[in-house]
């Protein structure tokens, strides 16, 4: 937060004593598809993936998280609607949650409360059109090469399936991109 906004310690401490810290398994599902969801997570540690399941049961991965971000269902949270998403650990991850009745304290409480929530929400409608262009005019190469500047180190923490899901490529075009990337000079 203090990389954000400007919040004095007392303010921190009010805002953060409504919280809690939860430790989540590797695996475990934090937000589901069908419910409305009523948290907004800031990851201590660990890694979050965001994914939809189609119509044929198969998983796309939207989006990860890495330490030190905020992640939720943004758009279910702030309609009240049921998500579509589903929101996973990919490993040990320790979680501040922070509930709807938290974040509401946050906007009306702390003196720069509006002004964090607007830049964590222009943060994110940046981070999706941004991806949304790369998916359009970018190639697969491109986005494979620029994937660790937006996720350091997400080649040794998550499974390759889900980085080619995320990329829209398919684990063997993942594989080839990756061989032709070993045989570089």
């Known amino acids: 937060m203090r990389q954000m906004i400007e919040v004095g310690e007392e303010e921190l401490d009010n805002f953060l004593k409504r919280a809690r810290i939860v ?3 590797k695996k475990e599902i934090l937000s589901a598809p069908d419910k409305i969801p009523h948290d907004i997570f800031f990851i201590n ?3 979050i ?3 939809i399941t189609d119509s044929a049961g198969t998983e796309h991965s939207i989006h990860f ?3 030190n ?3 939720a269902d943004y758009s279910s949270f702030i309609q009240q609607s049921p998500s579509l998403y589903s929101l996973q650990t990919l490993e040990e991850t320790q979680v501040v949650v922070l509930p709807r009745a938290v974040i509401e304290w946050g906007y009306n409480n702390l003196a720069e409360g509006q002004k964090l929530g607007r830049l964590i929400a222009e943060y994110y409608f940046m981070y999706q059109d941004h991806r949304i262009k790369n998916s359009y005019i970018r190639t697969p190469k491109q986005r ?5 500047e937006v996720f350091p180190n997400i ?3 998550v499974p390759q399936h889900m980085i080619a899901s995320y990329l829209g490529i398919t684990p063997i075009h993942l594989s080839r991109l990756k061989k032709a990337e070993m045989g570089k000079p």
Do not use: W
């Not at 494979?144 to 660790?148: E, F, P």
């Open 23 to 25: 430790d989540f398994d």
């Open 45 to 47: 540690k660990g890694l």
């Open 49 to 51: 993936r965001v994914f």
């Open 65 to 67: 998280a890495l330490e």
């Open 69 to 71: 971000q905020f992640i």
């Open 144 to 148: 494979y090469d620029s994937i660790a």
């Open 155 to 157: 080649h040794n923490r």
